[in-house]
């Protein structure tokens, strides 16, 4: 049986020819051609069964011949706020992890003790890109760059916000339990993680005069990239089951 080919085409129901980026894949590489089926994705719910119309070097066309539209894989909006690591490629091995397992929303902190200020944000699309193709997700997740921790606490936020942090002197909340409070499965949730060197006190401080409440993670004390997968991966086990 042929493995069916998924391709990441934003607005595809009213485009004809695959990005240049996917067509180098489906023309030079898997070597599609006319007649071959393939299915696409938008980003915003739906998959697209279509057949190869065009193949060159150049250019991918296609023809729909059926909209498929999905259910979302998970209840409520998951949006996952973290301050980068220096070392980068281990911000990207979390961000390729998080949107296989599913999140709405990521954005990159620069907070009081961060160590990077600056992330290349195209790279970043592509790997969400590829994690998304990889994990057959209808849904692409909204990246956000770098956003200063004063301004970002300061935004409004649907549903329930969270900071993690390790300081034993503010009053913390297993993140798991407070997500379990929550009666059903539409609300929206926002976890802060802070950089290695964690947020500051004060910082911590500010985020819960803001509504934030104050969380840990459990009794490990986590790497910021093992932090972001933990908090996402709490986020989408408290949701109840949609079945």
């Not at 057949?51 to 259910?71: D, F, K, M, N």
């Not at 973290?82 to 620069?110: C, H, N, S, Y």
């Not at 970043?124 to 990889?134: D, L, M, N, P």
């Not at 990246?143 to 900071?163: D, N, S």
Request: proline share 5%; net charge negative; aromatic share 8%.
């Amino acid at each position: 049986m042929k493995e069916s080919r998924y391709f990441y085409v934003p607005d595809a129901a009213r485009q004809s020819a695959l990005p240049a980026d996917e067509c180098a894949h489906a023309v030079r590489v898997l070597r599609l051609k006319e007649g071959d089926e393939l299915f696409l994705m938008d980003g915003v719910g739906n998959y697209y069964r279509a057949q190869v119309t065009e193949a060159t070097s150049h250019r991918c066309g296609y023809e729909i011949v059926e909209t498929l539209p999905q259910e979302r894989q998970w209840l409520g909006r998951i949006h996952l706020a973290i301050a980068p690591t220096k070392m980068m490629d281990r911000m990207e091995w979390m961000t390729e992890k998080v949107t296989e397992i599913g999140i709405d929303e990521l954005t990159f902190l620069d907070c009081q003790f961060s160590e990077r200020h600056i992330v290349k944000l195209p790279r970043v699309e592509k790997i969400v890109i590829s994690a998304v193709k990889q994990s057959r997700k209808a849904w692409m997740p909204q990246l956000e760059g770098m956003t200063p921790f004063k301004t970002f606490i300061r935004q409004p936020r649907e549903g329930r916000k969270f900071i993690a942090h390790c300081y034993e002197e503010i009053p913390r909340s297993y993140l798991f339990d407070e997500l379990q409070k929550l009666s059903d499965g539409s609300h929206a949730s926002t976890v802060l993680i802070g950089p290695e060197g964690d947020f500051s006190i004060d910082e911590v401080r500010e985020a819960v005069d803001a509504g934030y409440i104050s969380v840990h993670l459990g009794s490990s004390r986590l790497r910021t990239e093992t932090a972001g997968l933990a908090a996402v991966m709490m986020m989408q086990l408290s949701k109840p089951d949609n079945s």
